[in-house]
């Protein structure tokens, strides 16, 4: 016998090492088996398992189940990243912990071995995870991104790249950290709101004639200034457009310029230029041909080209210094309280500086034209679809990437430099020793660039460098393009569009056939997940008190609301009771002998509720394939959940236990042998979305009546596929008729407060002939489970009864003697005016255009549920009440 409860504590881990123990991760090796691949999103090696990944890898192994039941050769490829500026925090952090040594102390190859043995004990923190919630990775073809593997693709990249003019140096703005002295990426810099101050200068005119008034939140960058804009048509400035200011502290002239990224309508009109350190003016220079002066260092100091007073000081330092001297100058014209937007770098926290320096870039705009062509073309899609707009939006204004980062954490980037600064790019020390005595004519030295890759290099060449790449693999002969790649929204910039650009012209083949796009996981009240807040979900917690199986089943059965899901512990518990609810009907279907029959043939069956049960079956397994194709999770968990839960835990059981205990023998045998068949296909269906406790019912019913071929996995057993001619409409109407009786009959006594123990008789009215029978034949079942008397077939209008339609039927639940209808009158008129007061005051607030626009997104719709849920509810106590008023 089955256990009373299913205990996912002990059969999770189990389970899973079978699992993996058994190899059934693999993609099978049968030939014509059709390849379907997944290149998991490698999650950082510094990374612990957070509600986004829980989602985000249930997707995935969602999808690499069912696919694999299907028959494909499915390879769910996995890995993690190197993460280099996460990944040397974490070890910088440790080693100064461990006695104030910093990584310059230790030297580029001593640390960057202590990293390496930083992640041989700890850098698979997250892959386990992952296996407790299940993923079915192919874990013997795990990849990192600093692997041998991985690292020679790398540099073959970069260095054909940079051949063919596509990979270039140049000096450009980097967003810079100066914590952590480096270039980072737009993703990992952090937009915070922060009080400031707008400073107004006064930059007096060459000539001596007057002054023009600038504004700036950052005044120490005014030491780099080497213009002033002002917009063409601006009739103030038009005649001081080729003139010159003198620029304060710093004593040297600097032009007044037309632009037409000066805004008349803001502050004076007039714009102080700084090339080296704002984005907008470094384009404005580019222009104009601006000298661009650097004032800072790379700590974020005040440099050798400013005064002496400044050079040395910390960046907010020399902000003080500069108001105080503008201030002493009298040239302070104001000062201005502000909220403004400040970047911070998103690991470092310090406030990250546009600055200019020599970096590597990528020639994107180049890349990004097949990329660009081939979703237009449909070799990729998205879904759903409207992401396509964001990442065309983005591919059609792309900028050079930069690719280079001041680390020592990651792949160092192949370029040497000879003693007069020329560059050799070759993928070895050896080969560019080679083209350097080409050039020289002798042996010179060589210094190799002290930067590494920005990680996103490595990894957008992940799709095809994990298969093997730049060798010519069965894996990636085989698996190349993958089929779906499941992402968030947040990296298609980053890292679905470089994979879409170095796929193409690296494979000449897009890296993936369907991008998925899943949502973003927020709290139960819609706002966003933060340690701040302390609304952060641990999904390791989450698993530990409900099962894996039920955090699976909430993320998947959640996921097609668009960009969010709403995540509350309630709906997790709800769909832990789900699986308890299979377990039970699985313990009564034990209980009641059903057991696999030998050549049971589920078209032949006789008694009305098997042919439904089947038919439903039928219907269920269709909707699912296909959902689960489309990437429909939601619909698919939705569709098994009314499927388990209503239609076979609920009325299949209750319906067949009178045949379960009844005297005729042929149609007890053909139910019990009905209900084990649906059971099994059942936990098939189910088995991609809940895979422990459907594997632990497979394999302790595996030896209940006729030997099935499945005595092995439920994981590698093959996906139903049920003919549509399972499917009886006649017995579907049947069976629709008693269920809406029942259902109805129900709502009726629920919504009058009719109680419990009351047994009034079911009166049948305007009923066509066939549903007479149906009903008469049913009138036990009925009984039973609506709590009547008897059924009466009459066609007499009955004192004190409430009618109500099923099916074209009309039904007659008679229940003025058994409660106080002026009572109840009263009670649900109260109830209805409550709910008009709550509908016309929520509707009030949303038609209010300042809090919608004002309200946090989830206060607005929390409101608009409210409201719907409100009026919902109002209209059925409004059809009680009118029920009601007809009895008089």
């Keep these: 016998m089955l256990e009373k409860t299913f205990d996912p504590k002990t059969a999770e881990l189990r389970l899973y090492e079978a699992w993996e123990k058994s190899g059934a991760f693999a993609p099978t090796d049968e030939p014509a088996a059709e390849p379907f691949s997944i290149v998991i999103p490698p999650p950082n090696v510094t990374g612990s398992l957070h509600i986004g990944h829980a989602l985000n890898n249930t997707l995935q192994d969602v999808l690499i189940r069912f696919e694999r039941m299907r028959g494909k050769a499915a390879l769910w490829l996995p890995g993690t990243d190197h993460a280099g500026i996460a990944t040397q925090m974490v070890v910088e952090r440790q080693l100064a912990q461990g006695g104030n040594i910093g990584r310059r102390d230790m030297g580029r190859d001593a640390f960057v071995e202590k990293v390496w043995e930083w992640k041989a004990q700890s850098g698979g923190t997250i892959v386990n995870q992952l296996r407790r919630l299940g993923a079915s990775c192919d874990w013997s073809r795990e990849r990192f991104t600093l692997d041998e593997g991985l690292s020679a693709a790398v540099r073959k990249v970069f260095v054909k790249l940079h051949k063919e003019g596509l990979i270039y140096r140049d000096k450009r703005l980097v967003n810079w950290d100066p914590h952590f002295q480096t270039a980072i990426s737009d993703l990992e810099v952090e937009q915070r709101e922060v009080d400031g101050h707008y400073w107004h200068f006064a930059y007096p005119l060459e000539d001596g004639s ?11 960058t005014m030491l780099g200034d080497t213009a002033v804009a002002v917009h063409p048509t601006d009739e103030r400035y038009k005649a001081l457009i080729g003139k010159a200011v003198r620029l304060p502290i710093v004593n040297r002239p600097v032009p007044i310029i037309a632009d037409e990224y000066a805004d008349p309508e803001k502050g004076s009109g007039a714009v102080k230029i700084t090339p080296a350190h704002d984005f907008n003016d470094f384009t404005v220079g580019k222009r104009h041909n601006l000298p661009m002066i650097n004032v800072l260092d790379d700590y974020g100091r005040i440099n050798e080209n400013a005064p002496a007073e ?32 400040v970047p911070h770098g998103d690991r470092s926290g310090v406030v990250v500086e546009p600055y200019l320096t020599d970096q590597w870039y990528v020639a994107a705009d180049v890349l990004a034209k097949p990329a660009i062509a081939a979703v237009e073309n449909g070799d990729t899609v998205f879904v759903p679809k409207h992401w396509e707009k964001t990442y065309f939006e983005w591919m059609r204004n792309i900028q050079p990437w930069c690719v280079s980062r001041q ?12 003693p007069d600064g020329r560059i050799f790019v070759e993928e070895t020390e050896e080969e560019a020793r080679a083209k350097a005595r080409e050039h020289y004519g002798r042996d010179e030295p060589l210094r190799q660039d002290e ?9 957008a060449l992940w799709p095809f460098s994990t298969l093997g790449w730049p060798e010519k693999t069965e894996d990636l002969a085989r698996f190349y393009p993958t089929h779906t790649l499941i992402t968030g929204f947040d990296i298609i910039f980053f890292w679905v569009a470089r994979m879409m650009m170095q796929g193409l012209h690296f494979m000449e083949d897009v890296p993936f056939k369907r991008i998925f796009i899943n949502a973003l996981v927020r709290d139960a009240s819609g706002a966003k997940m933060s340690k701040s807040k ?3 979900m641990d999904p390791l917690n989450l698993v530990d008190r409900y099962g894996a199986d039920a955090l699976r089943f909430t993320l998947t059965a959640m996921s097609g609301q668009a960009r969010d899901i709403k995540l509350s512990e309630q709906r997790i518990e709800g769909y832990r009771n789900f699986g308890t609810k299979l377990w039970n009907a699985a313990r009564f279907a034990q209980m009641n002998g059903c057991a696999r029959a030998e050549g049971f043939d589920p078209a032949a069956c006789k008694v009305t509720l098997n042919r439904w049960i089947v038919g439903e079956t039928a219907r269920t397994a269709r909707a699912v394939t296909q959902a689960l194709a489309d990437c429909s999770f939601d619909e698919a968990a939705n569709a098994l959940y009314r499927f388990i839960w209503n239609q076979f835990c609920d009325w299949y059981v209750e319906f067949a236990k009178p045949l379960l205990t009844g005297e005729d023998e042929a149609a007890k045998a053909e139910t019990q042998a009905t209900a084990a068949w649906v059971l099994d296909q059942a936990l098939l269906l189910l088995h991609p979305v809940m895979p422990f406790i459907t594997e632990e019912l497979w394999a302790q019913t ?12 439920l994981m590698t057993a093959r996906w139903p596929d049920l003919p549509e001619s399972l499917v009886d409409p006649a017995a579907d109407a049947e069976i629709a008729l008693i269920i809406a009786a029942i259902t109805e009959g129900r709502s009726v006594r629920q919504g009058l407060n009719v109680p419990p123990a009351a047994q009034p008789p079911l009166i049948v009215r305007d009923a066509t002939e066939a549903q007479t029978t149906v009903l008469r034949d049913a009138a036990p079942l009925i009984r039973r489970l609506l709590r009547v008397s008897e059924l009466l077939f009459s066609a007499q209008d009955v004192e004190g009864g409430i009618p109500f339609v099923v099916e074209g039927a009309t039904l007659v639940l008679p229940v003025k003697e058994h409660i106080d209808i002026a009572a109840e009158r009263a009670r649900l008129a109260k109830d209805v005016g409550a709910l008009s007061a709550d509908i016309e005051r929520t509707a009030k607030k949303l038609g209010n255009p300042d809090f919608v626009s004002r309200a946090p997104e989830e206060v607005v719709e929390e409101n608009r549920e409210r409201l719907a849920e409100a009026e919902a509810a109002k209209a059925k106590l409004e059809d009680a009440l009118a029920r009601l008023q007809a009895v008089g």
């Design 210 to 220: 007057g002054e023009i008034v600038v504004a700036t939140t950052r005044p120490e």
């Design 310 to 341: 400044y050079r040395g000081l910390d960046r907010f330092a020399a902000r003080k210094k500069v108001v105080e001297t503008f201030e002493q100058l009298g040239l302070l014209r104001g000062i201005e309280k502000t909220r403004h937007v």
């Design 407 to 418: 680390l020592w954490w990651g792949h160092r980037i192949p370029a040497w430099f000879g």
């Design 451 to 459: 930067d590494v890759l920005d990680t996103w290099f490595s990894s």
């Design 534 to 536: 302390g609304n952060v």
């Design 702 to 713: 595996a030896e209940q009546g006729a030997p099935r071929a499945h005595r092995d996995f």
